[in-house]
């Protein structure tokens, strides 16, 4: 057995689809993460759930390992091939298979973008909800569990994927999940599947959850003095049942990044970024009572986007952050890591995290989604710089820490991959040793993203 066979095994199946190319490995090397490129053996193109099954199945027999690839954005390294081997490229599997309007439901491949499905589903008067910013894959939004800016109204791809298909490491093909509303038959493979980062097994189909388009949309924008008076903002408005489509925080920091990069006006103060979905006169009530918490909470320079090109704007500037940050210090790499806390502490975690960032002497803009206590920094350093590096990592980990301390998550939404793995023992206990078992069972050989999330010895 060796993967020089394996490669030539999948050549054969593949065709032209099947590459050696430096080019093609170059361009699946790396990631908007801060780790190193990393070079893949070869990489393969396929475009139906046969051909990955073919893949695997041979890739079983000459242990040979496999990485999935979606969009390539993988903010903790999920996608990089750190044990060689083959990466498969998802991105022609990019259909939509079938869209069922009486259940509110498509079926797609994993290779289609959440952008490209919203065009498609344009005359239908319904929407996939899930926004995590980037134009990213289904598939592999599916993978890492994504959420993003909607989540506090419409959830996260946890709550937004039916069933899946999948093939496991050894080729066979299952069906995880059905199209009814819910089910009480045996275990729940299709949320095992969701979040598990490609090393349990290869998504080829998803059916999704679609909703409604709103009658109604409107969204704002607002500055605070200080930090905690935006922050008490959110919470208040959560907790007065106030039903929001997205609320996003910035801090000054984030403010004058969208001034120097999109030429933004906005104070250079904390703000509070909101939208609203549904009737007209439920959005218009919804919006004057988040009016009114703002007003008692200090706020001020409060704008509405009234037109749809100005709530895309708004949003597209939202999206745009990270690379807003970098211009802040220009020539900056950006460690970019996040966390999630109950909304109750979310105030004295952010405040925490703050802190710590100016006490390692960092330029780290915080922001995030949180009206569900989702929070992220963005931290701007030299790479040539390892002792800055270092400082950055260490409030990357204090951040993570508090977080569990407080009945939170490392991570919210970016994932585990290579990044995190190093906090999952304190986040999950024994129950990390039992995902162990979980992967050894469904890929005995770990061949499926080795190295990632889990912990598997050989």
């Known amino acids: 057995m060796s993967r020089a066979e394996a490669f030539a095994e999948i050549a054969v199946v593949l065709g032209s689809r099947f590459s050696l190319l430096m080019a093609d490995r170059d361009q699946h090397s790396h990631s908007e993460a801060w780790f190193p490129p990393v070079l893949p053996e070869a990489v393969a193109f396929p475009e139906c759930t046969d051909e990955v099954a073919a893949i695997l199945a041979i890739c079983s027999r000459h242990q040979c390992p496999v990485v999935a690839w979606g969009a390539g954005t993988s903010l903790e390294g999920h996608a990089l091939a750190t044990s060689g081997g083959l990466v498969v490229d998802m991105s022609r599997m990019n259909r939509m298979l079938e869209v069922v309007p009486g259940d509110m439901l498509a079926v797609v491949q994993p290779g289609m973008t959440r952008e490209a499905l919203n065009t498609e589903l344009r005359a239908t008067g319904l929407f996939f909800p899930v926004d995590p910013g980037a134009n990213a894959s289904l598939g592999g939004m599916a993978a890492t569990r994504a959420s993003g800016t909607t989540a506090v109204r419409y959830g996260t791809m946890r709550d937004n994927v039916r069933a899946l298909e999948v093939v496991l490491a050894d080729g066979r093909v299952i069906r995880a999940g059905t199209r009814a509303a819910k089910s009480s038959a045996g275990y729940d493979l299709a949320g095992l599947f969701v979040g598990s980062e490609g090393t349990l097994g290869i998504i080829t189909e998803l059916t999704l959850q679609l909703h409604g388009q709103p009658e109604a949309v409107a969204a704002a924008v607002c500055a605070f003095d200080d930090l905690a008076a935006a922050v008490e903002t959110v919470i208040a408005t959560v907790q007065s049942g106030i039903t929001m489509a997205r609320i996003e925080f910035v801090d000054e920091a984030v403010a004058r990044a969208f001034n120097v ?113 989702n929070f992220h920094a963005v931290l701007l350093l030299d790479r040539d710089d390892p002792e800055e590096f270092a400082r950055a990592r260490n409030v990357a980990r204090r951040m993570a820490e508090r977080a569990l301390a407080v009945g939170g998550t490392i991570t919210g939404e970016h994932g585990i991959g290579i990044g995190k793995k190093g906090l999952m023992a304190s986040a999950h206990g024994e129950a990390w040793a039992v995902m162990a078992d979980m992967k050894r069972v469904l890929d005995p050989q770990n061949i499926l993203n080795p190295g990632k999330v889990v912990e598997v010895l050989p």
């Open 261 to 373: 990069h999109d030429g933004a006006k906005m104070p250079e103060k904390p703000h509070l970024l909101v939208e609203f979905h549904g009737s007209d006169a439920g959005v218009a009530e919804q919006s004057a009572r988040f009016g009114e918490i703002v007003a008692n909470m200090g706020g001020a320079h409060f704008d509405w986007a009234t037109t749809t090109e100005a709530r895309n704007a708004l949003w597209r500037m939202r999206h745009r952050a990270y690379p807003s940050c970098l211009a802040l210090r220009p020539g900056a790499m950006g460690l970019l890591t996040d966390v999630c806390v109950p909304i109750s502490r979310l105030a004295e975690a952010v405040q925490a995290a703050r802190e710590d960032i100016a006490a390692a002497g960092l330029i780290g803009p915080i922001l995030g989604h949180v009206g569900d206590g």
